[in-house]
């Protein structure tokens, strides 16, 4: 199996950028609380790859960099299991969980049709 170094150092930037992206939004004043961090870094990359699904753009390279930094800066298992493990209430994980996963849906639908409109 041969390894692309290229796309391996695409992958490597644009994921460790995203992660980078998820701890400056932990100094935001109105972001305090973790859980609040981590819900707007979640929507923020669902925001993200939805526009980046509705864009025609044929370099599949400029994807796979978009992709890899979405997922640096979102964190939905990660968090999701650390969650369950810490909190003394399963029942304010699950609402969170399910409001986390709900909102990034509904900004990843949102962008990729705001997107698609402004393309088209």
Do not use: E, Q, W
């Not at 490597?12 to 004043?29: K, N």
């Not at 699904?53 to 960099?65: C, Q, R, S």
């Amino acid at each position: 199996m041969r390894v692309d170094l290229f796309k391996f150092l695409i992958i490597f930037c644009c994921t460790g950028l995203g992660g980078v992206l998820r701890y400056l939004l932990s100094f935001a004043p109105y972001l305090k609380s973790t859980d609040g961090g981590v819900l707007v870094s979640n929507i923020i990359a669902c925001a993200i790859m939805g526009c980046l699904l509705a864009i025609p753009i044929n370099n599949p390279m400029v994807k796979v960099g978009v992709i890899s930094l979405c997922g640096g800066l979102s964190t939905f298992s990660g968090y999701i299991a650390f969650s369950y493990l810490s909190s003394p209430s399963p029942s304010n994980s699950v609402l969170y969980h399910v409001m986390s996963i709900g909102l990034g849906l509904l900004f990843f639908i949102g962008s990729y049709y705001s997107c698609k409109s402004l393309f088209a």
